[in-house]
């Protein structure tokens, strides 16, 4: 049974830092791994979607990156804001084109 | 183009009343999937719909939980009875699932109370 596990489950920096969010899966047989941001009160919000052939993806600050031999993936925020303050949840697809186990998320402070 | 929408946005009724959520998936999105959170705990899938068709039901609770999507468009998911445990956040995702890539897309949520 696949089990996602994220670290820290809370952060807070000041402006400008950058920082690193981690994520840890069990089983490495993932298809896709899906990085999302939640703001208080609201859905979730698609950031980044890695395949399990690639090795990264970028948007903009954001750099997720994915090992799946060592079930790990980061997510890199550069210079971060403090619109950036949320939750961020990390995601594994674990049977092909279906469903999504997810992470606990780690919430984010950025402080001004 | 519009995202996931779903309604109600906020739900609350009494112990074995009925309650009926509904999801519209973002246009042309052949892969629709209810997902819930309840309080203090991981987001957890119930089911995947693919158009019309129930792909995967194996994260439904009970068989208190019965959901459709008539015609491939929209999605329902009703409780009848609701129990107080079936408190929490509903959410609906969608994905045109191309080429491998299944990259999803979350609407806002229904949070359901039931006192």
């Known amino acids: 049974k696949q089990e996602v596990t994220q670290i820290p489950a809370a952060l807070s920096v000041p402006e400008g830092e950058n920082l690193v969010l981690n994520c840890s899966f069990t089983d490495s047989a993932i298809y896709n791994l899906q990085w999302f941001r939640q703001d208080p009160g609201k859905g979730l919000t698609s950031l980044l979607l890695?395949?399990?052939?690639?090795r990264e993806q970028t948007s903009g600050r954001l750099n997720a990156s994915l090992d799946k031999s060592s079930g790990r993936s980061t997510l890199y925020i550069a210079a971060s804001q403090p619109g950036d303050s949320a939750t961020y949840l990390c995601?594994?697809?674990?049977?092909?084109?279906?469903?999504?186990?997810f992470g606990p998320g780690t919430r984010l402070s950025v402080l001004p | 183009e519009a995202g996931v929408t779903q309604f109600p946005s906020h739900s609350v009724i009494e112990k074995g009343q009925t309650v009926t959520l509904r999801c519209d998936p973002i246009?042309?999105?052949?892969?629709l999937y209810w997902y819930r959170r309840v309080m203090g705990k991981e987001i957890k899938f119930l089911l995947h719909?693919?158009?019309?068709?129930?792909?995967?039901e194996s994260g439904m609770p009970n068989n208190r939980f019965l959901a459709e999507r008539t015609g491939g468009t929209y999605s329902t998911l009703k409780v009848q009875p609701a129990e107080l445990e079936d408190s929490g956040v509903y959410f609906c995702?969608?994905?045109?699932?191309?080429?491998?890539?299944?990259?999803?897309?979350f609407g806002p949520g229904t949070r359901l109370t039931v006192l």
């Open positions: 719909f693919v158009k019309e068709s129930k792909q995967d």
């Open positions: 890695i395949q399990s052939s690639q």
């Open positions: 995601a594994v697809e674990v049977n092909y084109g279906q469903n999504f186990v």
């Open positions: 246009s042309g999105h052949d892969n």
């Open positions: 995702a969608s994905s045109p699932w191309t080429g491998g890539r299944n990259e999803q897309f």
